[in-house]
Nanobody, 116 residues
Framework: QVQLVESGGGLVQPGGSLRLSCAAS????????MSWYRQVPGQERELVAT????????NYADSVKGRFTISRDNAKNTVYLQMNSLKPEDRAVYYC?????????WGQGTQVTVSS
């Protein structure tokens, strides 16, 4: 079955960096685009970044452009989100997602807290 497992979240000071990872299994990872989303309690889940299946195309939310970088390693079935210059408003639970035959699959999420 499809499984996505996020890791790498934690507490960081404003201006700091974190690298999130999402390990995928149960499907042919290199055949699918992957995305990172984030959600704050009481708000809708927000698309943060997307990467094409080959890694040659990426898209970002305006709020993270120039600070976050999405990447993938198809040999390791893993997608990453490098987050730099973190701001308090980046605080959220971060999820990775894949859509297979129009069905979305989500990981369990990893908490990112940005606070001094």
């Amino acid at each position: 079955q499809v499984q996505l497992v996020e890791s790498g979240g934690g507490l960081v000071q404003p201006g700091g960096s974190l690298r999130l990872s999402c390990a995928a299994s149960g499907f042919t990872f290199s055949n699918y685009a992957m995305s990172w989303y984030r959600q704050v309690p009481g708000q809708e889940r927000e698309l943060v970044a997307t990467i094409a299946r080959t890694g040659d195309s990426t898209n970002y939310a305006d709020s993270v452009k120039g600070r976050f970088t999405i990447s993938r390693d198809n040999a390791k079935n893993t997608v990453y989100l490098q987050m730099n210059s973190l701001k308090p408003e980046d605080r959220a639970v971060y999820y990775c997602k894949v859509s297979i035959l129009f069905r979305p699959y989500w990981g369990q999420g990893t908490q990112v807290t940005v606070s001094s």
